[in-house]
């Protein structure tokens, strides 16, 4: 091997602590987010139960973080299928900053229909122009409509939500909002519920972007 050869090799290398350094920096900011929610849901389901998971997904919709404090049941993740589905829906070219899509469908999670995942992508790069993954949050929502809790059909269930914007480019789509909020029983808390919910995917996104302005995030940087 020539000594060209083994100095890029060394160059793209990542060494063990860098990589520590890194993965123990995401998994925080999930763990704050975790943190931030638990203290400004209105849902005893959150800040009791902590029926939630906080996740830090790639552009390709696989996990690469997530928060040490959620849910075990939300381990299999969740949030990664939802972003995947996102992206087959949208596509990338359809998907811009300030956008937060929402999806509870029960053949993309694979759970019931209350637990909701919300997501925003992560831009970086001259412009933000370069997607580098989805800050994702799995919330249990208070309740979504539906008949009875023994439902026996998935339209008995609530309301179905396949992969919506419910914010575009910044802002907030008031038609979708509406359709949820005259879907279920508790209004208040559960767009309380929600409200902790966007603001955690947008500080979660805005701290990961912010967080590895070291040389840490060459390694992770489209090259």
């Not at 790639?58 to 939802?82: H, K, N, Y």
């Not at 038609?175 to 279920?184: A, D, K, L, M």
């Not at 309380?192 to 912010?210: E, F, M």
Request: glycine fraction near 8%; include cysteine.
């Amino acid at each position: 091997m020539s000594g060209h050869t083994k100095s890029k090799s060394r160059d793209s290398s990542l060494d063990p602590i860098t990589l520590e350094v890194i993965r123990h920096g995401l998994v925080s900011i999930t763990d704050q987010i975790d943190a931030n929610i638990s203290r400004t849901a209105f849902s005893p389901y959150i800040y009791e139960y902590k029926d939630f998971a906080v996740g830090l997904v790639s552009p390709e919709g696989e996990l690469v973080a997530q928060c040490t404090g959620g849910m075990p049941v939300f381990v299999a993740d969740s949030v990664g299928m939802a972003v995947r589905d996102g992206l087959a829906v949208y596509g990338r070219a359809r998907l811009h900053r300030g956008d937060v899509i929402v999806c509870n469908h029960a053949a993309v999670q694979g759970q019931h229909l209350n637990n909701t995942v919300m997501y925003t992508p992560i831009y970086a790069g001259k412009d933000l122009q370069t997607l580098i993954g989805f800050f994702a949050i799995n919330v249990h929502w208070i309740d979504i409509g539906g008949i009875t809790p023994r439902s026996s059909d998935i339209f008995m269930e609530g309301l179905q939500l396949r992969s919506i914007k419910l914010w575009s480019k910044g802002e907030p789509i008031q038609e979708v909002y509406r359709i949820i909020e005259n879907n279920t029983r508790f209004p208040v808390e559960l767009s309380g519920d929600i409200a902790a919910q966007h603001a955690g995917c947008v500080l979660g996104r805005d701290l990961t972007h912010n967080w590895p302005t070291s040389t840490a995030w060459k390694h992770f940087s489209p090259r």
